[in-house]
């Protein structure tokens, strides 16, 4: 018996996975694509490509019937079913320039029909013939979308429906919306989940099937917005000439990346059905935590006039894409909230914020708009409602931080413009003393510490601060033994340490207060170098008594341990014997 043939581990890869369908067609499609680069726009045969087109889709549809018949490689017919998808597409981008040219609704309407009929009877045939069975709430979204892609050559055709260069502009700008409004009736499909699709009469299973062939088709989405706006959004010539003697397209068009907006919007929502209809948490964790990235579409990516013109025309009339992203990503956390997505809420209030320094004609981060207050009171009043309901005082915190951002944004416009930063940090203060006397958890055991260490910051501050100043000497000292009552008061009737060790460091500014004027007004009366000289002579007399009164063990041991000498014993304490009396005894 002879030994297998060992063959090159290549071979044996191109051989399972048999990538020469894919080549195949990205020749035939680089093909079309060189024809429309030797030709001069109007001068194309579009029959003659749309037939090649159509030809070779036919071909390559039967060999897909012929294999799972005959052989079942399911593995190499499920790569030219997706590939049968990006052919349709180029079908019907083939037709934009018939459209641009004809001006006969009849003939326009036609080809429309008859490129739709081909495309859905080409698949349904392949379906039938391999027997492969793809449910209504999956079926009808398919054909609306694709439907769509031939419709759109036709409705902006500037021949057969004459518009202004404005109108057109809008009219292709229509498109990713309303696509992305036909991708969201998979939602039903989305949400009956794996059951509904994997009885399909093939080997593969759901999300596979038949969500690869759906991608496809919203990748064949994203490709149509930048196609329509190339052939019929273009402002110039579509191929310009280089220096070099070469051509090069003009991409100077009016698409941007924002174009792709709603169909991205509307995969991240099927996405989310779908990973809370099979209950993947991991994700559905994902999900919320990398949907910000739309944001990302948002920003203008060119500056070529003939964009930038139609971004500006965008952001006057209906808002700028960024702004209109953050309203998007709004609604998607409220739906994942609604739909009791951990997580969501907090998302939902992040995104709220931004609407803070996000606006109608933020179009990016160069034009951010002065701080909104009114976001930060709607967050914080939110946040205020959850803290009461789940008694937490970190919660309760954030809260007040917001709601006293949006107060400090609100007192420029009013008669308090001069003490706004007073008012906000006293109302924060106060929420940050009453929070953490109320609260009983370990966020509100921090509370109290900065509560208590905040009052003889704020009176060394309005004692010293030149800012103050201004402020009469007598209201400052008020305030002073306001709140050093408050500490003392706090400290008793909550038994909080914290708030006693404010009270001791409050005596001790006062003193210190008291000295400072004493000593002033004594200068001032005797002089600087006598009361200087008075001074230390009355410090030097306190050390000296604190050092006998060590010495005679008056101050307590716990506070003022006894001292040792170097040898490590106690220290002398200098105790003299009387002398012995004189007088002799009898």
Not at 78 to 103: G, K
Not at 114 to 122: D, N, P, T
Not at 292 to 320: K, N
């Amino acid at each position: 018996m002879s030994a297998p043939t060992v063959r090159p581990p290549l071979l044996i890869a191109l051989y399972n996975h048999n990538p020469f369908y894919v080549i195949s067609v990205l020749l035939m499609l680089y093909a079309v694509r060189s024809a429309y680069g030797e030709l001069e726009v109007g001068t194309i045969n579009t029959g003659l490509m749309m037939g090649v087109l159509a030809g070779y889709t036919s071909l390559l549809a039967a060999i897909a019937v012929l294999i799972i018949r005959k052989g079942k490689v399911w593995e190499d017919a499920r790569s030219i079913i997706v590939l049968l998808l990006l052919l349709f597409l180029a079908v019907s981008v083939t037709a934009d320039d018939l459209f641009v040219r004809t001006e006969s609704a009849l003939n326009g309407a036609l080809i429309l029909l008859c490129g739709y009929i081909f495309s859905a009877v080409v698949m349904e045939s392949v379906n039938f013939a391999a027997g492969i069975r793809l449910g209504i709430a999956y079926r009808i979204p398919y054909h609306l979308m694709f439907a769509l892609l031939y419709l759109a050559p036709w409705w902006c055709s500037p021949e057969l429906h004459p518009r202004t260069a404005p109108q057109l502009e809008w009219t292709i700008f229509l498109f990713p919306v309303v696509a992305a409004g036909l991708m969201l009736t998979l939602l039903p499909a989305a949400r009956f989940g794996p059951a509904y699709a994997n009885a399909n009469g093939t080997p593969w299973r759901w999300p596979l099937f038949p969500w690869v062939g759906f991608g496809m088709l919203f990748f064949a989405v994203g490709m149509r917005t930048f196609a329509l706006a190339m052939t019929f959004g273009q402002t110039g010539p579509i191929w310009i000439h280089l220096k070099s003697g070469g051509r090069a397209i003009a991409f100077d068009t009016m698409w941007g990346p924002y174009f792709l907006i709603p169909p991205v919007f509307a995969v991240l929502m099927l996405l989310l059905e779908g990973s809370l209809s099979t209950r993947n948490r991991r994700l559905t964790s994902h999900l919320l935590r990398w949907a910000p990235g739309l944001l990302l579409l948002a920003l203008p990516y060119s500056s070529g006039p003939v964009f930038r013109g139609f971004l500006d025309r965008v952001t006057e009339q209906i808002g700028a894409p960024l702004w209109l992203s953050v309203l998007l990503l709004l609604g998607y956390y409220a739906y994942a909230t609604l739909r009791r997505v951990p997580g969501a809420g907090a998302s939902a209030l992040a995104t709220t914020l931004l609407l803070a320094v996000v606006g109608p004609q933020t179009t990016s981060l160069r034009t951010l708009t002065p701080v909104e207050p009114w976001p930060l009171f709607a967050v914080g009043t939110i946040l205020a409602i959850a803290a009461v309901r789940k008694r937490s005082s970190f919660v309760a915190t954030l809260a007040a931080v917001l709601l006293t951002s949006g107060l400090w944004h609100v007192l420029p416009e009013t008669l308090q413009t001069r003490f706004r930063f007073s008012i906000s940090y006293h109302l924060l203060w106060l929420s940050v003393i009453v929070l953490g006397l109320l609260a009983r958890d370990r966020f509100a055991q921090i509370l109290r510490i900065v509560g208590a260490a905040q009052m003889p910051l704020a009176a060394i501050v309005v004692m010293t601060h030149p800012a103050a100043a201004d402020v009469p000497l007598t209201w400052r000292i008020g305030y002073v033994a306001a709140i050093t009552v408050a500490s003392i008061a706090i400290a008793q009737l909550w038994h909080s340490r914290w708030y006693l060790y404010a009270f001791t460091g409050m005596l001790g500014i006062v003193c210190y207060g008291i000295a400072v004027v004493g000593f002033r007004s004594a200068v001032s009366v005797l002089g600087q170098a006598a009361v200087t000289s008075f001074a230390w002579s009355l410090a030097a007399l306190v050390a000296a008594f604190l050092i006998s009164a060590h010495k005679a063990h008056w101050l307590p041991r716990r506070l003022f341990p006894r001292w040792k000498n170097g040898n490590g014993g106690a220290a002398a304490t200098s105790t003299v014997e009387p002398p012995p009396d004189p007088t002799p005894t009898s």
